[in-house]
């Protein structure tokens, strides 16, 4: 039973014409910033809660 014909000529040398006008442009929206927070709690009680997920997530 086939799954139909494949032609290894059909996979070589394909050329796409593209539009370079409409193309995506990754840098678009780049953005240069900086994240803060506020925590009551110390650096030792927040590197024992992340501790407590690793353990969580071996288990």
């Known amino acids: 039973?086939?799954?139909?014909?494949?032609?290894?000529?059909?996979?070589q040398d394909q050329n796409v014409e593209t539009d370079d006008d409409e193309a995506v442009t990754v840098h678009e929206n780049d953005h240069d910033g900086a994240v803060s927070f506020d925590t009551d709690?110390?650096?030792?009680?927040?590197?024992?809660?992340?501790?407590?997920?690793?353990?969580?997530?071996?288990?």
């Open 1 to 11: 039973m086939g799954f139909g014909s494949y032609d290894e000529s059909e996979q």
């Open 41 to 59: 709690e110390s650096t030792e009680d927040l590197v024992g809660r992340l501790d407590e997920m690793r353990d969580d997530d071996e288990e």
